[in-house]
């Protein structure tokens, strides 16, 4: 097993409004919404009522089938208003905020036993934070991984930078890594030369260096150990890897984080400390025609402006909608203001030009006709266009022969973006997972 | 679009003309919030580009050929526009027919128009005689892109090359007006109505009738330069090495069609021809393979069609040697038919999905093996 990957295939997208690395605004909390819809796989059963009171790592809501998942409120309040949508799906429970904020204790003692972590995990909430491979889904507490992978780094565009993030969070990070090496063996992938996570013990490191999506975790683990059929993976960020340290370390559930607001239209880049489910308006000021997307430009989500921010986020991007319309764009020989990494423009002059993106396709939908570029932007050892058709297929049999476990959208999103008949590559991805999970229960 | 609502039945042929003129206003609903700027309109105008070269000189060589064989002492822009004016009906008839049979089939489909054509209908001009009957051509570009492009889908779904099928049906339906040493020579429009078709076999036939002079390198009149350079009858394209190559050099730079099947293609040829020289089936010099009849131009522009293609990378070096190598053996163990790259790129399109179907399940098989070793 190699400690070193360095990646050749992928692309950094030059995308203007990268956050400077510095605190630009606090958010002190008001209204925070716990969202059940950021976790794939679980199905909400409120455990509050409107009116009731909670603290800081207080339990809102379990899963129906395994009700030892339990998600807990980040911060001590009042529940306000519990947001159902259509078919009465529940989307939120708002929070209102004390003015002090009171946390559950959980003790903090270090968890002797596997049983131990998984139990605090669970009464944390944080158990959410396990996202298990294949499928990317809630982590099922009866399964047993072969491997807990970690990516100290994202590649993604204008990602959060956690050297700057939780360089502070190193005792808690280390906490969170031996409690985790008693489920199973801990790998963590490290930025190669220079990354503040070098140092962590009780792990294998793993070096890595490449363009996007050379960050992910899931191109990293089909590199390092790649899952096969009836194999199990669990990841987690290195930002709840931290929460969970604190918590050992201090008996406190802290989801605070420092948020990185980026992207061409955002007013003002940097850093927000709040907590997730904060209001995206209260982090940053939105204009009229912006979209807000909770994550990086390629997976993130459109958490629209009157959204809460995720708990999995760290990152919110704020791009321009791109209803403008170019006259006879594609024949320009030139076009200064569009990126492509295509050579059939000239961004290939200027490749230090970081660029002023909007949400527009820059182009209809076709079918398959270039799909070579596909392969240039996925750095696993898979067909990338063999498993796009047989999940358009809904070929069960060639998904898993074409590595459907080995995948999440994310890892493919590169694809939707370099793609010139536009497809939409990461929807059919997860539609095939979808199927997967379906059919292999 | 807009227009969508107020011309329901017609809106493929709107948008069509509206995404033309502008990019469209669509923005991203799912998926990657930012896309890159490349459209297949842009990648199907860079081959369209690439292409540029040959017709140019094509035409040129097209008055060229007319002047020289009737003795008309034409000057190098009378020569020029004699061409130019006799391929313009021919790209108009390819393109007016092509793009009807297109937007109508799209509207059927409700969808919108695909530019495919855009290189198909640049394409058919350049690979037939430049005096073929426009009703011919006509025919011709109707069968090829309703049955081989329109019933399968459209661009993307096709198996074989629409502009390679049109040639094919043409050559095989009217023999006449597609072979033989007299198709090769533009008369028509030259005033020379009562005049005899003189006869100019291309350097392809004359090598193939064993007309080569080792001493000079030269087959039948023509030296190898002349053949480099392009200055032989031929398909108004094909002649011209020069042309095809810078053609070749913007489809590589641009990445949009494969250096792989050109190279492997380019390789193959010069195999087979080299073991046809060996085994005593011809006295040509491999090379030259390479440089007659339409050997390159369909290495460079037909068989790396990215949809008819294989798709895998080693599917790719594997295909294209086998469209050079089975286009030699055409050319060298024939007895009636000497052109042997438009069937070699039709046999190796049908071909390519079982290529791409070997390398995967290899691929997959040796993902399988690993499984069980790890």
Same mark, same amino acid.
């Given at each position: ?9 992928g692309?950094?997208i030059?995308i ?23 976790f794939?796989?679980?199905v909400?059963?409120?455990?509050v ?7 800081a ?46 946390y ?6 270090a ?10 995990l669970?009464n944390t ?22 491997a ?10 204008l ?5 700057? %993030?939780? !360089?502070?969070?190193?005792? @808690? +990070?280390?906490?969170g &890594?031996?409690?985790? *090496?008693?489920? /199973? ?9 220079g990354?503040?996570f070098?140092?962590?013990k009780?792990a ?5 260096s ?6 992910n975790?899931g191109?990293?683990i ?9 194999e ?33 239209a955002a ?10 489910g %904060?209001? !995206?308006?209260d982090?940053? @000021? +939105?204009?009229?025609g &912006?979209r807000?997307? *909770?994550?990086? /430009? ?18 919110l ?11 006879l ?6 076009r200064?203001k ?23 396709l820059h ?7 270039e799909?070579?570029c ?13 498993l ?24 493919l ?5 370099v ?6 590559i990461?929807a ?7 199927l ?5 229960a | 679009?807009a ?8 809106h493929?042929?709107?948008?069509a ?8 206003g ?13 459209d297949?309109?842009r990648?199907?105008?860079?081959v369209?580009i690439?292409?540029?070269?040959a ?15 009737y ?7 009378h020569?020029f ?7 313009l009906p ?12 297109e937007?109508?089939s799209s509207q059927?489909?409700g ?34 892109v309703?049955?081989?492009k329109e ?14 099928v ?22 028509t429009?030259?005033?020379?109505d009562?005049?005899d078709?003189?006869?100019?076999a ?11 002079d080792?001493?000079?390198?030269a087959?039948?009149?023509?030296s ?5 350079y392009?200055?032989?009858p031929?398909?108004?394209g094909?002649?011209s ?7 070749a ?17 380019i ?8 073991l046809g ?16 009849g339409?050997?390159?131009?369909g ?5 790396t ?13 594997i295909?294209?040697?086998?469209v ?20 070699a ?14 390398v ?12 069980l070793?790890?």
């Amino acid at each position: 097993m190699s400690n070193n990957l360095d990646l050749k295939k992928g692309l950094n997208i030059p995308i203007k409004g990268v956050a400077a690395p510095e605190v630009i605004k606090t958010v002190v909390p008001d209204i925070v919404a716990v969202k059940p819809t950021c976790f794939k796989g679980l199905v909400p059963r409120l455990l509050v009522k409107e009116g009731d009171a909670v603290k800081a790592g207080s339990p809102v809501m379990a899963d129906k089938q395994r009700p030892e998942i339990l998600l807990t409120s980040p911060v001590s309040g009042t529940v306000q208003q519990i947001v159902r949508g259509e078919k009465r799906k529940l989307l939120a429970v708002l929070i209102k905020a004390d003015a002090k904020q009171e946390y559950v204790d959980f003790g903090s003692k270090a968890p002797a036993d596997a049983a131990q972590v998984k139990e605090l995990l669970l009464n944390t909430g944080l158990w959410g934070s396990l996202i298990q491979r294949p499928y990317g889904v809630l982590a099922d507490p009866q399964a047993a991984p072969k491997a807990i992978f970690i990516s100290s780094f994202s590649t993604a565009p204008l990602a959060a930078d956690t050297d700057y %993030t939780l !360089v502070e969070s190193m005792k @808690d +990070i280390q906490a969170g &890594v031996d409690a985790l *090496g008693k489920i /199973a063996p801990v790998h963590i992938c490290v930025r190669k030369a220079g990354s503040a996570f070098g140092g962590i013990k009780n792990a294998t490191l793993h070096e890595v260096s490449g363009p996007h999506p050379a960050g992910n975790v899931g191109v990293q683990i089909s590199h390092i150990a790649p899952i096969r059929k009836g194999e199990i993976v669990w990841t987690v960020s290195l930002l709840h890897l931290a929460a969970m340290g604190h918590v050992i370390n201090t008996g406190k559930l802290d989801l605070t984080r420092k948020v990185a607001v980026t992207g061409p239209a955002a007013a003002k880049t940097g850093y927000v400390v709040a907590l997730p489910g %904060t209001p !995206v308006k209260d982090i940053t @000021d +939105i204009k009229e025609g &912006v979209r807000v997307v *909770g994550g990086d /430009a390629l997976t993130g989500e459109n958490l629209g402006a009157e959204g809460y921010l995720g708990f999995f986020e760290d990152q919110l991007t704020l791009l321009k909608e791109g209803y403008k319309r170019e006259w006879l764009g594609w024949a320009k020989p030139i076009r200064p203001k569009v990126y492509s990494s295509s050579w059939c423009y000239f961004s290939w002059l200027t490749p230090r030009k970081k660029y002023n993106m909007d949400t527009n396709l820059h182009g209809g939908p076709r079918a398959f006709v270039e799909t070579k570029c596909f392969e240039d932007v996925t750095p696993m050892d898979i067909f990338p266009i063999y498993l796009i058709k047989a999940c358009l297929a809904s070929d069960i049999e060639k998904m898993e022969k074409f590595g459907i476990y080995e995948v999440l959208p994310e890892d493919l999103a590169l694809c939707d973006f370099v793609d010139p008949s536009k497809n939409e590559i990461q929807a059919i991805i997860q539609k095939g997972i979808d199927l997967m999970i379906k059919e292999m229960a | 679009m807009a227009d969508e609502k107020k011309t329901p039945w017609w809106h493929s042929t709107v948008d069509a003309f509206d995404t033309f003129l502008r990019v469209p206003g669509t923005v991203s609903a799912k998926g990657a919030h930012v896309r890159d700027g490349i459209d297949l309109k842009r990648v199907m105008i860079m081959v369209v580009i690439a292409l540029v070269p040959a017709a140019l000189f094509g035409m040129y060589n097209v008055g060229l050929q007319t002047s020289t064989l009737y003795n008309l002492d034409w000057g190098f822009w009378h020569m020029f526009f004699y061409g130019l004016l006799r391929m313009l009906p021919l790209f108009v008839v390819s393109y007016v027919v092509g793009l009807a049979i297109e937007f109508a089939s799209s509207q059927i489909r409700g969808e919108e128009v695909n530019e495919g054509y855009l290189v198909t209908g640049f394409l058919i001009p350049l690979i037939v005689p430049v005096d073929v009957p426009l009703w011919m051509l006509a025919l011709a570009v109707a069968f090829s892109v309703i049955f081989v492009k329109e019933v399968f889908g459209g661009t993307g779904m096709n198996i074989w090359n629409p502009a390679l099928v049109a040639r094919a049906f043409l050559f095989f339906s009217y023999p006449s007006s597609m072979s033989g040493s007299s198709v090769w020579v533009s008369k028509t429009w030259a005033g020379l109505d009562g005049v005899d078709a003189i006869s100019a076999a291309t350097p392809l036939a004359i090598a193939h009738d064993g007309a080569f002079d080792a001493a000079t390198g030269a087959v039948g009149q023509y030296s190898f330069m002349d053949m480099f350079y392009g200055f032989i009858p031929g398909s108004t394209g094909e002649t011209s090495v020069i042309a095809i190559l810078l053609g070749a050099l913007i489809l590589v730079w641009t990445g949009v069609a494969s250096w792989k099947i050109m190279v492997s293609s380019i390789a193959g040829g010069l195999l087979v021809g080299w073991l046809g020289q060996l085994a005593g089936a011809t006295a040509v010099p491999c090379y030259y393979q390479l440089v007659m009849g339409g050997f390159l131009f369909g290495s460079v522009f037909m068989a790396t069609d990215p949809v008819t293609a294989a798709q895998t990378e080693t599917g790719k070096w594997i295909y294209g040697f086998l469209v050079g190598a089975l286009a030699v053996v055409v050319r060298l163990w024939n007895p009636g038919y000497m052109e042997g790259m438009m069937l070699a790129i039709l046999l190796m399109n049908t071909m390519a999905p079982l290529i791409d179907h070997c390398v995967v399940s290899a691929h997959t098989s040796r993902r399988a093996k690993k499984a069980l070793t790890a």
